[in-house]
């Protein structure tokens, strides 16, 4: 499927994510400008900006619980209804702590908004394409933001025209959510991972993720007060934050490349050595009156906090198993917002009892810590190989895009899946033929819908099993095993696989070799149909059976193969014979035996030739 098809569906979502982002983007810049201009302290300044990521933060924990409360809809509603008022109430006051208590709801509205546009994003999502969409979503909202901090230039931040279009950019991103579906996907529960596990998992990871939680949230709140102090308003501020924003995704791309090519620590150490050059020189370059070198660090060094976020991301995906992915995200993005709170208050604290400078020295002192924190963590643990990390995905920072991230383990939900199985349940009462021909036309025009589609319609009582794997299968031949592993996931797998035995026989063996290997628990009821059925098949299924097994171990990822255990595996398999053959045991465990010797000859051999080439 081409970009441009995966996305159209998507236009309404996207065009409300940029309305939303701009009217944040914007808001970010004029409120420490308005502060600094009606003489506010710099402490108290730095106190207000924090608040936003004390709401982000108890958005971030309990968004998916007001999601499932109240709806998308209407929780988009009210996050665009309330973050609307904060930001006017802003206008019309000057008092510190109705500003701190505005700034936090804002946090909060904005959490719940994006965690509510991504999860209508993952709703319509396949696994295909949400990377796709996931990257398109990261270049909407960075575009929204730098565009929406030029809106600066369009009037005075003293007066209140400003913050009526922050207000208004709120208000109408609510408009397009309106017209996107009467139909919403269920908000599943997501496990959550305590923190100090993940620090347990990687101290690395979890460490560099409140490092740049501390440093993005400092320069991105007071930069624009330290640019102001150096004479740069209005629009100039505008294009020096904007290339800030710019750099934050932009220098994602070399790093990323960086990432996949060398050891992550590495590429972590390498990105603080230079951030800490950039720390020391953009200041000077300021003092100096220099016109364009500015803009340039500033984007490097924005740019280079930006991508701690992803890269902390991807080095504690290295450490985690598939299934801890989601849950570690989540409380990665709980403990950015944690630094994100310490950092502009610990800032603007140094800044006033120093000087303005101090937002440097401040950036410089954090970001030498995380070195000697890095090499101190290289020194103490083993290097994973370059072949075996996770690869970078891009991510901005403090955004929540739990499932999108091509890494996760896919959770199949589509909008357009269960809409149209709804078609499919009220055909089945009358005419299960039909019902199973309106599935065959759908497969036929959305191939990546067919597995899903298989296995929802099996649990559907009218609709025979048979009849339906049939169905799919001419139509698509090369789904017949996915199609038999989702309706082995529904109990109701024995009738295909007699099926098979009996019309198909040269298909069945890779159809039960892969349900087994994906579905453990269904391999008894495999062996067992083949000892009634076809024994003398029992002893090849059992060859194919260990060398997947085999196979799909040395394909794991590393954290994964770690905690798997080939032996055990091996040892359930040859119960499962015990049960239901007991007279091919003998037979069957020595065919297993050699299976497992010749794989292992061969690892062998592969290592071998791996260590020769490196010599």
Same mark, same amino acid.
């Given at each position: 499927?081409?970009?441009?098809?995966?996305?159209?569906?998507?236009?309404?979502?996207?065009?409300?994510?940029?309305?939303?982002?701009?009217?944040?983007?914007?808001? !970010?810049?004029?409120?420490?400008?308005?502060?600094?201009?009606?003489?506010?302290?710099?402490?108290?300044? @730095?106190?207000?900006?924090?608040?936003?990521?004390? !709401?982000?933060?108890?958005?971030?924990?309990?968004?998916?619980?007001?999601?499932?409360?109240?709806?998308?809809?209407?929780?988009?509603?009210?996050?665009?209804?309330?973050?609307?008022?904060?930001?006017?109430?802003?206008?019309?006051?000057?008092?510190?702590?109705?500003?701190?208590? *505005?700034?936090?709801?804002?946090?909060?509205?904005?959490?719940?908004?994006?965690?509510?546009?991504?999860?209508?994003?993952?709703?319509?999502?396949?696994?295909?394409?949400?990377?796709?969409?996931?990257?398109?979503?990261?270049?909407?909202?960075?575009?929204?933001?730098?565009? @929406?901090?030029?809106?600066?230039?369009?009037?005075?931040?003293?007066?209140?025209?400003?913050?009526?279009?922050?207000?208004?950019?709120?208000?109408?991103?609510?408009?397009?959510?309106?017209?996107?579906?009467?139909?919403?996907?269920?908000?599943?529960?997501?496990?959550? +991972?305590?923190?100090?596990?993940?620090?347990?998992?990687?101290?690395? @990871?979890?460490?560099?993720?409140?490092?740049?939680?501390?440093?993005?949230?400092?320069?991105?709140? *007071?930069?624009?007060?330290?640019?102001?102090?150096?004479?740069?308003?209005?629009?100039?501020?505008?294009?020096?934050?904007?290339?800030?924003?710019?750099?934050?995704?932009?220098?994602?791309?070399? +790093?990323?490349?960086?990432?996949?090519?060398?050891?992550?620590?590495?590429?972590?150490?390498?990105?603080?050595?230079?951030?800490?050059?950039?720390?020391?020189?953009?200041?000077?370059?300021?003092?100096?009156?220099?016109?364009?070198?500015?803009?340039?660090?500033?984007?490097?060094?924005?740019?280079?906090?930006?991508?701690?976020?992803?890269?902390?991301?991807?080095?504690?995906?290295?450490?985690?198993?598939?299934?801890?992915?989601?849950?570690?995200?989540?409380?990665?993005?709980?403990?950015?917002?944690?630094?994100?709170?310490?950092?502009?208050?610990?800032?603007?604290?140094?800044?006033?009892?120093?000087?303005?400078?101090?937002?440097? @020295?401040?950036?410089?002192?954090?970001?030498?810590?995380?070195?000697?924190?890095?090499?101190?963590?290289?020194? &103490?643990?083993?290097?994973?190989?370059?072949?075996?990390?996770?690869?970078?995905?891009?991510?901005?920072?403090?955004?929540?895009?739990?499932?999108?991230?091509?890494?996760?383990?896919?959770?199949?939900?589509?909008?357009? =899946?269960?809409?149209?199985?709804?078609?499919?349940?009220?055909?089945?009462?009358?005419?299960?033929?039909?019902?199973?021909?309106?599935?065959?036309?759908?497969?036929?025009?959305?191939?990546?819908?067919?597995?899903?589609?298989?296995?929802?319609?099996?649990?559907?009582?009218?609709?025979?099993?048979?009849?339906?794997?049939?169905?799919?299968?001419?139509?698509?031949?090369?789904?017949? &095993?996915?199609?038999?592993?989702?309706?082995?996931?529904?109990?109701?797998?024995?009738?295909?696989?007699?099926?098979?035995?009996?019309?198909?026989?040269?298909?069945?063996?890779?159809?039960?070799?892969?349900?087994?290997?994906?579905?453990?628990?269904?391999?008894?009821?495999?062996?067992?149909?083949?000892?009634?059925?076809?024994?003398?098949?029992?002893?090849?299924?059992?060859?194919?059976?260990?060398?997947?097994?085999?196979?799909?171990?040395?394909?794991?990822?590393?954290?994964?193969?770690?905690?798997?255990?080939?032996?055990?595996?091996?040892?359930?398999?040859?119960?499962?014979?015990?049960?239901?053959?007991?007279?091919?045991?003998?037979?069957?465990?020595?065919?297993?035996?050699?299976?497992?010797? =010749?794989?292992?000859?061969?690892?062998?051999?592969?290592?071998?030739?791996?260590?020769?080439?490196?010599?």
């Amino acid at each position: 499927m081409t970009i441009t098809a995966t996305l159209r569906p998507l236009t309404l979502l996207f065009i409300s994510s940029f309305l939303l982002m701009s009217s944040h983007g914007l808001s !970010g810049i004029l409120l420490p400008v308005k502060l600094a201009a009606e003489q506010v302290g710099v402490q108290s300044i @730095g106190f207000i900006l924090s608040m936003y990521s004390v !709401g982000f933060l108890l958005g971030a924990i309990i968004g998916k619980r007001v999601l499932r409360q109240i709806g998308l809809v209407r929780t988009f509603a009210m996050c665009g209804s309330l973050g609307a008022s904060a930001i006017l109430i802003m206008g019309l006051s000057e008092e510190v702590w109705v500003w701190s208590i *505005m700034r936090a709801l804002m946090g909060f509205c904005i959490a719940c908004a994006t965690a509510t546009l991504d999860t209508w994003f993952n709703s319509v999502s396949s696994e295909s394409n949400r990377g796709k969409i996931l990257a398109f979503n990261q270049v909407v909202i960075l575009s929204a933001i730098t565009l @929406g901090q030029f809106g600066l230039a369009l009037a005075p931040p003293s007066e209140t025209t400003l913050f009526i279009l922050c207000g208004v950019l709120f208000s109408i991103s609510v408009s397009p959510v309106v017209f996107v579906s009467q139909f919403e996907p269920q908000i599943e529960e997501t496990e959550s +991972m305590p923190l100090r596990s993940i620090y347990t998992l990687s101290p690395l @990871g979890f460490v560099t993720c409140f490092v740049c939680g501390i440093l993005y949230s400092t320069i991105a709140n *007071m930069l624009p007060v330290y640019a102001g102090e150096q004479g740069i308003t209005g629009f100039e501020l505008s294009v020096f934050m904007g290339a800030a924003t710019a750099g934050g995704i932009l220098l994602q791309l070399p +790093m990323g490349y960086l990432s996949d090519k060398f050891e992550r620590r590495k590429v972590i150490l390498f990105g603080c050595f230079v951030l800490a050059v950039t720390s020391f020189a953009l200041p000077v370059s300021l003092e100096l009156g220099w016109q364009f070198a500015p803009l340039m660090l500033v984007a490097v060094t924005m740019g280079l906090i930006a991508c701690l976020y992803p890269l902390s991301i991807s080095e504690t995906f290295d450490r985690a198993i598939k299934s801890q992915l989601v849950p570690v995200l989540s409380g990665l993005l709980c403990i950015y917002a944690i630094g994100s709170i310490i950092g502009p208050y610990t800032a603007s604290i140094l800044m006033q009892r120093i000087d303005d400078s101090a937002l440097f @020295g401040f950036i410089i002192f954090v970001d030498i810590a995380l070195i000697m924190f890095t090499i101190y963590r290289m020194s &103490v643990r083993q290097a994973l190989p370059v072949e075996e990390q996770e690869s970078f995905v891009m991510h901005t920072p403090a955004s929540i895009h739990e499932e999108l991230d091509p890494r996760t383990e896919y959770q199949e939900h589509s909008l357009f =899946v269960d809409e149209a199985l709804e078609q499919v349940e009220t055909l089945a009462k009358e005419h299960p033929s039909k019902a199973i021909a309106f599935i065959r036309e759908l497969s036929n025009r959305n191939p990546e819908w067919t597995a899903a589609l298989a296995e929802k319609a099996a649990q559907i009582e009218s609709i025979d099993t048979v009849t339906l794997f049939r169905a799919l299968t001419l139509t698509n031949p090369e789904l017949s &095993v996915e199609i038999a592993k989702r309706l082995a996931e529904t109990e109701q797998i024995e009738s295909v696989i007699e099926w098979l035995l009996e019309k198909e026989p040269e298909n069945t063996m890779k159809i039960l070799v892969t349900i087994s290997d994906s579905l453990e628990e269904e391999t008894s009821s495999i062996v067992e149909t083949l000892a009634e059925q076809a024994p003398e098949m029992l002893a090849e299924f059992s060859q194919e059976m260990v060398s997947t097994i085999v196979e799909t171990n040395q394909n794991l990822r590393s954290a994964d193969r770690e905690e798997s255990d080939i032996n055990e595996s091996v040892e359930e398999f040859i119960s499962s014979v015990a049960e239901s053959a007991p007279e091919q045991v003998k037979e069957i465990s020595q065919i297993v035996e050699q299976s497992i010797a =010749v794989h292992e000859e061969l690892l062998d051999a592969q290592l071998s030739d791996s260590d020769g080439s490196k010599a």
